[in-house]
């Protein structure tokens, strides 16, 4: 298992020689988001597609101009 560091380092030597440094913020910002919710998903921190649109439509009825 490579370290953090490590992981940093082969992320940004993959990219073009004219890269920017927001183009490498934004890379490291999406590769922590993946490691976060690959570990998520592996402690069952998620829901279901169910769960999720059973959520979403109580949400959307406590927003909705009628209540």
């Known amino acids: ?7 940093v ?3 940004v ?3 073009p020689e004219n890269v920017t ?3 490498i913020m934004e ?3 999406v590769k922590q988001k993946i490691i976060k919710g690959q570990s998520q998903l592996e402690s069952g921190q998620f ?3 169910e769960e999720a649109k059973e959520i979403l439509k109580e949400w959307l009825k406590l ?3 009628e209540n």
């Open 13 to 15: 030597k993959e990219m």
């Open 9 to 11: 380092i082969s992320i």
């Open 47 to 49: 829901y279901t597609h």
């Open 27 to 29: 890379s490291l910002y």
């Open 1 to 7: 298992m490579s370290t953090i560091k490590e992981s």
């Open 63 to 65: 927003k909705s101009p």
């Open 21 to 23: 440094l927001e183009d």
